[in-house]
């Protein structure tokens, strides 16, 4: 995987080390707060299967949303 050097002042650095746990990266740590968070990071809420199954219920109903608004807009430019 590429890597990219970046530069932070000491207080951002600071910041990122007081948020890194045990065996992390930095990398871990950036993508772990910069977001794209998993169901699986509920800490504890959810087992593995149930957020696995919750996962794939809302990919779902994503892809079944990302259908009906191209079927509409499909619907508006045959009308339009």
Do not use: C, N, P
């Amino acid at each position: 995987m590429a890597t990219k050097t970046i530069s932070l002042d000491e207080q951002a650095y600071e910041r990122l080390v007081a948020h890194k746990r045990e065996g992390e990266s930095f990398s871990d740590v950036v993508k772990r707060i910069a977001g794209e968070r998993s169901w699986k990071d509920a800490a504890g809420t959810l087992s593995t299967a149930e957020a696995e199954e919750l996962e794939e219920s809302v990919s779902e109903r994503r892809t079944r949303s990302r259908e009906r608004s191209d079927r509409i807009a499909d619907e508006l430019d045959e009308t339009g």
